[in-house]
C-alpha cells in the first residue's frame, strides 16, 4: 500500500516537471528568463525536440504512474520517464549532432541566470525525472519467486512444505557424519 501511493506522489511529481519542460521555454521570455528566442511562445525545432517531446513522454509516464501505482502500466509510466529524464539531460549534447551548434540556444542573462536556465530547463529536470522514476521502476527487473507447492491433503504449515532445508551434518575431516546411535569400528 505505502509502496503505491509514493508511486502515486513520484508519478506526480513527473507530471509537474513535465507540464514545467513543456511550458518554461513559452512562457520562460516574459520574465527574462530563457535558452535561445527571448520571445514568448516562439516555435523552435530545438524547443519541440529537447523540451516538448521529451516533456509529452514525462506527462504521460507521470500519468501512467499516477493512476497504476507500481502494476505493469505504472512500469511502463516510469520507464518512460526515465528516458524522458535521460532526453532532457543529454539531448541538447546530441543535437550536436544535427545541428552546429545545437538546438538549445542561447542563454540569456548574467552567468548565475544562464547557469540556473540551463539547469531548471534540462539537466537539473532531467535528473530529477530520471532519479524519480528510477525510484518508481523497483521489480521491473527482479526475478519473481515461484509460488511454495504444497503436497494435496497437507496443511500449509506442514514441515514438508514449509521447513527449511538444512545441510547434512559432517564429521571434522568433511565426510558425513555417522547417524545418531551408530558406532564405527575403529
Not at 509502496?3 to 508519478?11: A, K
Not at 511562445?41 to 507500481?70: E, H, M, N, Q, S
Request: positive net charge; without cysteine; proline residues 9%.
Amino acid at each position: 500500500m505505502l509502496r503505491s501511493v509514493t508511486t502515486r506522489v513520484v508519478g506526480f511529481t513527473i507530471l509537474i516537471g513535465g507540464i514545467w519542460g513543456a511550458i518554461i521555454p513559452f512562457v520562460g521570455p516574459y520574465f527574462q528568463f530563457t535558452l535561445g528566442p527571448d520571445r514568448a511562445w516562439t516555435w523552435t525545432t530545438g524547443r519541440l525536440y529537447l523540451d516538448v517531446l521529451p516533456a509529452i513522454v514525462a506527462i504521460v509516464g507521470g500519468l501512467l504512474l499516477l493512476g497504476a501505482g507500481p502494476w505493469a502500466a505504472g512500469r511502463l509510466g516510469a520507464l518512460l520517464a526515465l528516458v524522458a529524464g535521460i532526453w532532457f539531460v543529454v539531448g541538447p549534447d546530441l543535437s550536436l549532432l544535427w545541428k552546429t551548434g545545437g538546438e538549445l540556444g542561447a542563454g540569456h542573462g548574467t552567468r548565475t541566470v544562464q547557469m540556473l536556465e540551463r539547469l531548471s530547463f534540462h539537466t537539473g529536470l532531467g535528473v530529477l525525472m530520471a532519479a524519480l522514476a528510477a525510484y518508481a521502476l523497483p521489480g521491473l527487473l527482479q526475478v519473481r519467486a515461484r509460488p511454495v507447492e504444497t503436497v494435496p491433503g497437507e496443511p500449509v504449515g506442514s514441515p514438508t512444505t514449509n521447513a527449511p532445508i538444512t545441510p547434512a551434518p559432517t564429521s571434522p575431516t568433511g565426510a558425513p557424519a555417522d547417524a545418531p546411535g551408530e558406532r564405527v569400528a575403529a
